[in-house]
T-cell receptor
Framework: QQQVKQSPQSLIVQKGGISIINCAYE??????FPWYQQFPGKGPALLIA?????SEKKEGRFTISFNKSAKQFSLHIMDSQPGDSATYFC????????????FGTGTRLQVTL | NAGVTQTPKFRILKIGQSMTLQCTQD?????MYWYRQDPGMGLKLIYY???????DKGEVPNGYNVSRSTTEDFPLRLELAAPSQTSVYFC?????????FGDGTRLSIL
């Protein structure tokens, strides 16, 4: 099963709040889990990524939490800012598959003032 | 440093017409990919290539063709455009991870 399930579909957060987006996967061969950020009219760009040998990775205000036993991972955006308003995609890939990515369906985040 | 460049940015086609979406990268990446993005559906892989002369089908290849004669270029061909192919098309390239995306081609079939 190659599917990656992402929720919620959309999210509205006040400035300074915490944004949380969740993803779940079935394929236990997945060993690379990136999050991509996409602004209107632009292509997706890598935000942060994790491999399953760690349970958490933090880069500035962005944190990935990874639960291997539950086959779930999530993106946390601390102190959300209006500039964070974008669509976020989780994805997954496995070694030896030409680095192909299976994407979630996306979450449209709006950060209000 | 241009990265991944896609042309055209926008195009309107009539049903049954054909066209080629162009993609070129200047990072000497061996892997290249074509995705389509539809509202609420995420990105679906159409075709990919692991190097010049080698291509393979992705999740949604029907109605499309690709070729990879050079490391830099990976064009996507629509032979008989259908309304179901209305979408935003993204090309990406990578050495391993992460993938680097172009800014897309918005295609409408009327």
């Amino acid at each position: 099963q190659q599917q990656v399930k992402q929720s919620p579909q959309s999210l509205i957060v006040q400035k300074g709040g915490i944004s949380i987006i969740n993803c779940a996967y079935e394929n236990t061969a997945f060993d690379y889990f990136p999050w991509y950020q996409q602004f209107p009219g632009k292509g997706p760009a890598l935000l942060i990524a994790i491999r399953p040998d760690v349970s958490e990775k933090k880069e500035g205000r962005f944190t990935i939490s990874f639960n291997k036993s539950a086959k779930q991972f999530s993106l946390h955006i601390m102190d959300s800012q209006p500039g964070d308003s974008a669509t976020y995609f989780c994805a997954a890939s496995s070694t030896g598959t030409a680095s192909k990515l299976t994407f979630g369906t996306g979450t449209r985040l709006q950060v209000t003032l | 440093n241009a990265g991944v460049t896609q042309t055209p940015k926008f195009r309107i086609l009539k049903i049954g017409q054909s066209m080629t979406l162009q993609c070129t990268q200047d990072m000497n990446h061996n892997y290249m990919y074509w995705y389509r993005q539809d509202p609420g559906m995420g990105l679906k892989l159409i075709y990919y290539s692991v190097g010049a002369g080698i291509t393979d089908k992705g999740e949604v290849p029907n109605g499309y063709n690709v070729s990879r004669s050079t490391t830099e270029d990976f064009p996507l061909r629509l032979e008989l455009a259908a309304p179901s192919q209305t979408s935003v098309y993204f090309c990406a390239s990578s050495y391993d991870q992460p993938q680097h995306f172009g800014d897309g081609t918005r295609l409408s079939i009327l």
